[in-house]
Each structure stands twice: as C-alpha cells, then as structure tokens.
C-alpha cells in the first residue's frame, strides 16, 4: 500500500475534524475548567479557530476564528458531538455531568466560519441522581450520512446496571427527540463482556451494528462479538466474529466502506512487529463477520493524528502536526 505525503501540517494541533466532500475542517479545541464536575474538557463551543484543506487541490486555507455560542451562565456545564448528516455540519449540545439532557443543535456555516442555532432541544434521557453519575459515554452511529434516515447515537450511561439507550434526532423538522430503546437494563446477559462499553457503531440495512470493549484495569476491545440492534423491532442480538483480534488501544475512528462491504477501524496507537500502524477492517457483516488487519506504514500514531474520508471515496486523509497523507482503501494489504 502506497502512503502518500501531499503537503504540510496544519496551523492547529489539538481539535476536531470532519471532511465535507473534498474538503477537510480542523476546529481547534480550547481547555475548559469545570470545578463542579472533574478537573476540565477541551471544546469548541467557548470559541475555537478553524482551518480547512482541499484534498483536490492539496491546499490549506488561513485559519479563521470561529465565535463562541456558549452563553457564560452555560460555561463548565455543557459537552458537545461534531458530526455530518445530509451534507450539513452539525454541533450538538449536552449534559452528560448530571444525568443526561440534550440541549441545542447548531450547524457550521462554512461560508462565514461560524455556528448558527439549528435548534433548542432541552430534553432528559435520564434524569440527575446518584445512580446516574455524571460522565455518560455519547457516541454517534456511522454509516452512509445520506442514506440513514436520521442520525443515531448510542448513550452508554454511568451507572450500576450498565444501561444503553438509543435515540435519534428528527433535523429535518428541527429538534425532535425519540428513544428507540428506553432501557437495557443490563447488556451483560446479550454479550459477555464486563461493564460494556460502545467502541464504535454503524448503521446499516435498518440495523445498528456495535463493537464494545470491556472494562477491567483499563479498556479492552471486544473483538469476538459484535451486537446487532434492530431498530423496527427494537431488539439486541449477539453476533459472533470468526476471526478474534488482541488488541491493546482502542480505534478513534471508524468509517464504512459500502463498495467492498468493510467496516474500517483506524487510529489505535497500536504498534505490529514491523512498527507500523494497523487498520482493522470487519468484513461481510450481515452473513459471516470477520477481521482483517492491515499494515499502515505510519508510526508513533496519536491522539492528535486525524483520519477521514467520505461515504463514497476510497481515499483516507491523514492529517498530522507535521503533514498530511493520503491513502487508497482498494490498496490496503
């Protein structure tokens, strides 16, 4: 597989990303003290700067500033998800400190480089208390974003009964919030696996499909068994994997590939043999799963290394400090 360095690194290190057909956006993430929770977070809603590359011209763009939407009384109390639907870059506001409550969703104007309100939302999922301690795990569910219906996203909550609960939002008509499945108590008994925790997620065919990692001393991926939510019926089944990873760091990020069928999961700081990075691919997914490693010939990966593409590109983005690469999915080996 051929890597290919196609120009420097951006003027931002720490941040979020996202590409939008040829064009990728790095926003920068600030620290955020939060006295009243745990010792901080880094986000893009107390202001951030932004800067965008063209993967066809291979060109960075000056960095723009981006204003804050955060109102001061909103400061330390509200986490925030970065994601794609239909075209259209979106910001979702949260609580996950005292129980879970969403409240507001704004989409990114490029034109401007600024976050306009979409919506307020201001709904519960679960309510404050001390089962629900705070620091719940929000993960969205990939997929084709012009083909899912709606986004979905997976909450894993903080508490003693390991519960998930699934929703989507309704964007087309603005902010409505609907609870696929209320409650699992527990998932232990659909997977087994301590302490269950989402790893990644694809939506596909009407299903949602979800790798979890375990948890003991640290996080372990489960790569055994993946589980497979049915949405129509609302139900969890167990699936079994043919091929079994050991894994040691979990992938940051995860894409789906409909033209192969593969199930794409980068950025683990996982090192081979040879000292190159691995990708880790979940093939056939409906009939017969199974995992496939490949060599990525790029070493010391990190957490402030990106990895992205589109829903119909067979090319991977690799932004880094020092410069960004591409890659062709169809040239992995």
Known sequence: MSLQKIAGGSGIEDGMSV??????????TKYEDQTEYHNGHRIIAN???CQSFNTYKKEWSTISEVPAILE??????????????????FLLLFNRFEGLSLHSLWRFETQNSRFTKHSDINHQIVAPGD??????HLKLVEGNQFNIPAPYFIVKLTNLEYEFVVFHLEIAIGHTVSEILKRVKSLQPVINAMDPHPVSALYYQNNIYITVAERGCGLKWKTDQIIKFDINEKTLQPIDVSTELFVLALPRFDFYYPISNQWLHFGSTTKN???????????????????????????????TDHFLTTDTSNVVTVLR?????????????
């Open 131 to 136: 089962e629900n301690t705070y620091g719940s």
């Open 19 to 28: 590409q939008i057909d040829e064009t990728v956006y790095i926003f920068e």
């Open 273 to 303: 043999e040879n000292g190159n990075n691995t990708i880790f691919v979940l093939k056939d997914i409906t009939r017969s799963p199974h995992w496939i490693k490949y060599e990525l010939p790029l070493d010391d990966v990190n957490f």
């Open 72 to 89: 001061e009384s909103q400061r330390g109390k509200l986490d925030e998800l970065l994601f794609l639907h239909s075209g259209t870059l």
């Open 321 to 333: 400090k020092d410069a960004v690469y591409q890659f062709d999915i169809n040239y992995l080996q």
């Open 47 to 49: 202001g951030s700067r």
